[in-house]
């Protein structure tokens, strides 16, 4: 039977597949044969796993066995930087072109529990360091809606698989905005969880105190039942948070109280008159708060007073732990090796031949605020700064839900369009970076064709919770795209 996977989520997948109506190797050869026609125009996938089908092939084992999960025999993605045992994974750079992980990150190893069947590995920017997917050593995605114009990124390749229909779901990695950023790009559910909620064992770091390992899906149900598969505390990261402490996080006075009504959604008016945001990006934003608004939903404005300052404390914070992570390659220990005069001189040519230019940026920018006498001048001061901007939400939580903004200031923009403006390309982060720097939960949803703008282009809404308050952004996510 012709399987028809543009309109098929993970839950109606699985009661097919417990029915009998196709097989999980039907579906995926069906989602291979996807990525075949569409991939060479999108750029989504680096490689498509050689055993995918025998990974099918297993869980329609468990299937008919009756032992399969939600997840069992379902197709999905995984970006670059994630590691699966014997497969490559390069985080889109050269320096890691023939890497081969030894192990499987602790997100691999609990889906590979569930029997899900990864297809392939997806296009990034180049270790995570960027917001287009222009950034990778293999070419840019292009976005699925409008071919001419930028994914978003870095997990681009995760978030354009799911829109192309070439994976069910996928997952991604968000430091400062890259699942949700690409998300709303492409009109798909991006989730960074609570920092510390799913363990990063096994992710290529960026900036470890940033870095959160989620989901992008169809749906915001899709999503929800992939982080409840990946969520937990893991002994292989000391951040991961355990089932009690995490419900102490999300027990708000105020959440607790609101139970039995709609949801009080904030939002800081004061930071949405910039020029720099897209004119149909606030119609948008504007048109979807009415929405909440008619099924019940209070909104109520608030003011967080820290928050013009927080792209700054990212660009400060996220370059100086990208400083320090990108110091282990080295062309001695793995990846990429170019010899040089001298034992010295191999690090040089190794990394001046492995990195990209955006990598070698940040490395320079964060060696320079960790450098002698501007430590404390740049650094401790951003910490100082992310701390109170940390404390401005806390005290918004204790009166609403939920904060809500738009989850890009625009579109999807051209490709090309910001390739040589840096500065431009960091803006595009203003809104989102906030969940990373506080640690709290964000979800990007699509906002309604019918609120679109004259190009049609997706265009995302931001929600973000207290921690621990990903079922709160369930919640409200499910109730305005209208999902069961």
Known sequence: ????????????????????????????????????SKNKDVNAYLEVFADALESAKKADVLIKAGKG??????????????????????ASS????????????????????EGVVFLGRTNMDEFAMGGSTENSAYGVTKNPRDLTRVAGGSSGGSAASVAMDGALFSLGTD???????????????????????????????????????????????????????????????????????????????????????????????????????????LSAFEKSLELFKQKGYEIKEIKLPNISYA????????????????????GVKYGMHVSGKNGVDDYFETRRAGF???VIRRILLGTYVLSSGYYDAYYNRANAVRNMITEDFLEAFKSVDLIATPTAPSPAFKIGEKTNDPVAMYLEDIFTVTANITGMPAISVPCPDSFLGKSGLPIGLQLT??????ETLFRAGKEFLGED
Request: net charge positive.
């Open 465 to 470: 919770a207290r921690h621990g308050g990903e």
């Open 94 to 113: 050269k320096i890691l072109e023939k890497y081969h992980a030894v192990y499987d990150a602790t997100v691999i190893t609990k889906l590979k529990a």
């Open 1 to 36: 039977m012709k399987i028809d996977i543009k309109n098929l989520i993970i839950k109606k997948a699985h009661e097919a597949l417990k029915k009998g109506d196709f097989t999980s190797v039907e579906l995926t050869q069906a989602y291979i044969n996807e990525i075949a």
């Open 356 to 358: 990209g230019r955006e």
């Open 69 to 90: 999960g939600l997840l069992t025999g379902i197709p999905c993605a995984i970006k670059d930087n994630i590691l699966i045992q014997g497969k490559i994974a390069s």
């Open 175 to 281: 430091t400062g905005g890259s699942i949700r950023q690409p998300a709303s790009f492409c009109g798909v559910v991006g989730l960074k969880p609570t920092y510390g909620a799913v363990s990063r064992y096994g992710a290529i770091a960026m900036g470890s105190s940033l870095d959160q390992i989620g989901p992008i899906g169809k749906t915001v149900e899709d999503v929800e039942a992939v982080f409840n598969v990946i969520r937990g505390k893991d002994i292989k990261d000391s951040t991961t948070i355990d089932e009690k402490t995490y419900q102490v996080q999300s027990a708000s006075s105020f959440a607790k109280a609101s139970e039995d009504r709609k949801l009080v959604i904030g939002v800081p008016r004061h930071f949405l008159g910039g020029d720099g945001i897209n004119k149909d990006v």
């Open 311 to 330: 792209l700054m404390v990212y660009y400060i914070v996220m370059p100086a732990e990208v400083s320090a992570n990108m110091a282990r390659y080295d």
